[in-house]
């Protein structure tokens, strides 16, 4: 009886740092932090650390937007929030340029480029035209024009692609752990300007992962005392950092594809049996393994389906 009795006298305790500990976690995710630099994936260490190119090459991105035209589930209502950033076009410019790989030009801006330059031609004459001078001024340089054009963009957010969960109680106390998996998928290629013909076409996913942590306790400490604690922590992958991986592999892909084909080069020829091509081989060696598997087992299961009565 005095054991039952201690017991119950810590349980409060216990409870209370538990309560406790959920709270702080919780906490300390909405505490306001400084500015950072960037978020940084993890496929970007591979991206810039791919062997140098023989000369940069001069790309244009008209547009490389949300294809899908998904909005974000909600339960309660209709929202008209998107599901992906609709800043694609700068991720790939910024994945583009850190590449090394690649010259970007402005092409999304294209107006308010030109517009700016109809106002320094304007000014100049007008400059000229006040100093009644016969002096040349600067001329202005011609624009920069691209030898590939990159097309594509995301073209599927699938939801709730992997749901599952777990929990258990005992005695009034208890917790659960709920996951979802979702996917984006991004597709890109790369255009010669001069001929029009498709150079390289290259597809990436990136799944999206979310996490919920409940844990409750719900019981009589003693005779007219009700004990209820509930906390809970969720985690969530931000869609629009997931959109930036795979945008970022889709531009490592597009070079080591267009290296192997030999659309462009290397600086250095001994590069081709880099670590980082070798392992990009030996990736698209495992997925056509994946793919041979798939079509073995779809096979067996139609000759299964024919045999049967």
């Known amino acids: 009886m005095k054991e039952k009795q201690s017991v119950m006298r810590i349980m409060p305790v216990f409870v209370l740092l538990v309560f406790m500990t959920g709270c702080a976690a919780s906490m300390a995710s909405i505490i306001t932090t400084k500015a950072t630099a960037g978020y940084t994936t993890a496929i970007h260490k591979d991206l810039v650390s791919l062997p140098p190119p023989e000369r940069k090459i001069v790309v244009a991105v008209y547009k490389f937007r949300d294809q899908t035209g998904q909005y974000k589930s909600s339960p309660q209502a209709t929202t008209f929030s998107t599901a992906v950033t609709q800043g694609t076009t700068s991720m790939l410019i910024k994945a583009l340029e850190d590449s090394k790989w690649f010259e970007p030009i402005e092409r999304e801006g294209l107006p308010n480029l030109l517009t700016e330059r109809k106002i320094i031609r304007s000014t100049t004459e007008e400059y000229k035209n006040l100093q009644k001078e016969e002096k040349s001024l600067p001329v202005l340089p011609p624009l920069m024009y691209a030898s590939i054009m990159l097309e594509g963009g995301v073209i599927a957010y699938e939801t709730n692609l992997v749901t599952g969960g777990f929990g258990a109680k005992y005695f009034g106390a208890g917790g659960s752990i709920d996951i979802r998996r979702d996917q984006v998928t991004i597709y890109l290629r790369a255009i010669s300007v001069k001929t029009g013909r ?5 597809s990436t996913t990136k799944s999206v992962l979310s996490r919920q942590v409940d844990f409750s ?18 985690t969530n992958e931000p869609p629009q950092m997931c959109v930036l991986e795979a945008i970022e592999k889709a531009v490592h892909d597009l070079i080591l594809e267009g290296t ?4 462009w080069n290397l600086k250095n020829s001994e590069d081709i049996k880099s670590s980082s ?33």
Not at 198 to 202: D, E, G, M, Q
Not at 217 to 234: D, H, K, N, P
Not at 279 to 308: H, I, M, P, Q, R
């Open 217 to 234: 306790i719900f019981r009589f400490v003693r005779l007219g005392r009700l004990l209820e604690v509930e906390t809970g922590l969720s």
């Open 260 to 263: 192997i084909d030999k659309i």
């Open 198 to 202: 498709i150079l390289k076409s290259v």
């Open 277 to 309: 091509i070798q392992n990009y081989l030996k990736e698209k060696e495992e997925e056509g393994k994946l793919v041979a598997f798939d079509k073995k087992s779809n096979l067996a299961k139609e000759a299964e389906t024919k045999d049967s009565p």
